[in-house]
């Protein structure tokens, strides 16, 4: 087989009819993909620059880049799969297509079959990714994703050494797994052939990308940490590849590494304009902020979003972030700063907006706005609240939602239950958030989010605490603490617990965790600091935990 290859600005030509590209992308910072064509030798720069963009989920740039080649090369076929490829958008962001999207889709899997691709190979691509868009109007779309992840699979087969098909398969692997199976076998299995793939291209964007996404769970995600240190020093130009480590430092509480690198997402996503983008690193870097009592930072970002536009333009979602992404952040980011700080009155204030039909995110909001309203004894609005979260729950079920049908019920019952608490019926209060922690076990946070406004087992502790019922509540922050480490109510509420329980010991050793995460505190802060400073003033110094 011959090759073309391109390593800064050098381009030597084969003779073959065949071709491979592959691209050191140099000032671009985008890293290297190799992916054989049949296309012009003028076009393998161009080919190569859509693939690692499209490994970066930057999909604006991998479809003007795919285009282009498909302009200069009317029979490079493949190029058109590119440019469909990345229309669908980021795969595991949660949520049914529109039907204007599906179309372009299948519009442009129709120009690639007419444009002829001249192997086999690339129409078998062509018709794996096909399988997406096809009969959209009747046939639902998680039937389409797993018959795209099963023609993956065939093709892979098909192609034993064609790294990029394997790469393909193992990405259907991981967005396909189902969020209730908590064996993980999809996942595993999707990073162990990224794992294998990454040693004979460690300069190639996507590798540790889907690594990553592929271990973006409490049970794995220590298996992500290398791909979450390397993955930024490979892309620094993508906007994406830079916020995507911190999905692993959040499920690990990693919070300053998460911090930091938002911080460059963000501001790289805001030059280019990618508006969904921005703030979806914003989202999760204010959640590490409130994690650390770096309440003065987490409001300048609160302050910023408040003015931040319209996240659903063309130009706004040109990045991985859908416009999903950027609605949600607008109203989760305001809901955090309210909740992680126990400022239940300001939570029931909170403004509700219609969130442009994207109904999880006006859950966000009304979830909010219940908890606040119930723990500050307005139990009138908490009750509206408790409705309106239901209205979203059957509009939800109506437009067959089916994923965030049940994280909105999960809300739902949460408010509920705190509902039921400020009206003084204490056991169909633990009864219902017992029931929600219980279906929050069964489900995954989605990569939309770094994680629920407040985890179910965090939210049963702080009941039972309230309760007076120490111990359990020791239990439920404790569970909390394995999906969730090292969030600041729960490692406090643990602290309280075991103080109200009569167990020093315990309590010290949660107040150091607390304090060592909080290092970066606002002074004077938050009054659980207070109270670890005096827990440990005459014990051992504090170290150790937490990054």
Not at 154 to 176: N, Q, V
Not at 204 to 228: E, S
Not at 387 to 393: F, N, P, T
Request: proline share 5%.
């Amino acid at each position: 087989m011959g090759r073309i290859s391109l390593v800064a600005v050098a381009l030597a030509v084969a003779v073959a009819p065949l071709r491979s590209q592959e691209h050191d992308h140099g000032a671009a910072q985008l890293g290297t993909v190799k992916f054989s064509n049949s296309c012009a030798p003028g076009v393998q720069a161009g080919f190569a620059h859509g693939m690692a963009l499209l490994h970066s989920f930057e999909f604006g740039g991998a479809i003007d880049a795919f285009k282009d080649v498909a302009e200069k090369d009317p029979a490079c076929g493949i190029a058109w799969w590119g440019v469909a490829l990345a229309q669908w958008g980021n795969p595991f962001a949660a949520g049914i297509k529109p039907a204007a999207m599906l179309q372009a889709g299948r519009d442009e899997i129709g120009r690639a079959r007419a444009s002829g691709a001249r192997t086999e190979r690339e129409r078998d691509y062509i018709s794996a990714a096909s399988a997406l868009y096809d009969q959209f109007e009747t046939v639902d779309q998680r039937t389409r994703l797993l018959a795209y992840r099963d023609a993956m699979a065939r093709l892979s087969a098909k192609y034993p050494s064609d790294t990029e098909a394997a790469t393909f398969h193992a990405l259907a692997l991981a967005f396909c797994a189902d969020p209730a199976d908590k064996t993980y076998a999809d996942q595993l299995k999707a990073g162990a052939t990224l794992e294998r793939l990454w040693k004979d291209q460690p300069e190639h964007p996507g590798l540790p990308h889907y690594i990553i996404h592929a271990y973006d769970v409490p049970a794995l995600a220590p298996r992500a940490v290398t791909a979450a240190r390397r993955y930024a020093k490979i892309a620094p130009a993508a906007p994406h590849a830079l916020h995507m480590p911190s999905h692993t430092f959040t499920r690990l509480g990693y919070w300053q590494d998460s911090i930091d690198t938002n911080i460059l997402s963000a501001e790289s996503a805001r030059k280019a304009g990618a508006l969904s983008e921005e703030l979806h690193a914003i989202d999760y870097q204010v959640y590490a902020y409130l994690q650390t009592a770096q309440d003065a930072a987490a409001k300048q970002l609160v302050d910023r979003m408040a003015g931040s536009g319209d996240p659903t333009t063309a130009r706004a979602t040109a990045s991985a972030a859908p416009a999903a992404a950027g609605v949600f952040a607008q109203a989760a980011v305001p809901a955090r700063y309210a909740l992680e700080r126990g400022a239940w009155a300001d939570a029931a204030r909170l403004d509700v907006h219609p969130a442009r039909g994207m109904m999880q995110a006006e859950a966000m909001t009304w979830f909010a706005r219940g908890l606040g309203a119930a723990r500050s004894g307005d139990t009138a609005l908490a009750s509206t609240a408790v409705d309106e979260l239901q209205k979203l729950v059957d509009r939800l079920t109506e437009a067959k939602e089916t994923y965030w049908t049940e994280q909105v019920s999960i809300q739902k019952l949460g408010a509920a239950a705190w509902l039921a608490l400020a009206a003084g019926r204490q056991d169909d209060a633990l009864s219902g958030m017992r029931s929600a922690a219980a279906r929050e076990d069964r489900t995954e946070k989605n990569a939309i989010t770094p994680g629920p406004l407040a985890p179910a087992h965090e939210l049963l502790g702080e009941m039972l605490l309230q309760l007076k019922q120490p111990k359990e509540a020791l239990a439920e922050f404790q569970k909390s603490m394995i999906k969730e480490p090292n969030r600041f109510r729960g490692i406090s509420g643990a602290a309280a617990a075991a103080t109200q329980a009569g167990d020093v010991a315990t309590a010290r050793k949660y107040y150091r965790q607390l304090l060592a995460i909080c290092v970066k505190a606002d002074r004077p802060g938050r009054p659980e600091l207070d109270a670890a400073r005096r827990a440990t003033a005459a014990s051992a110094p504090v170290s150790g935990a937490g990054k």
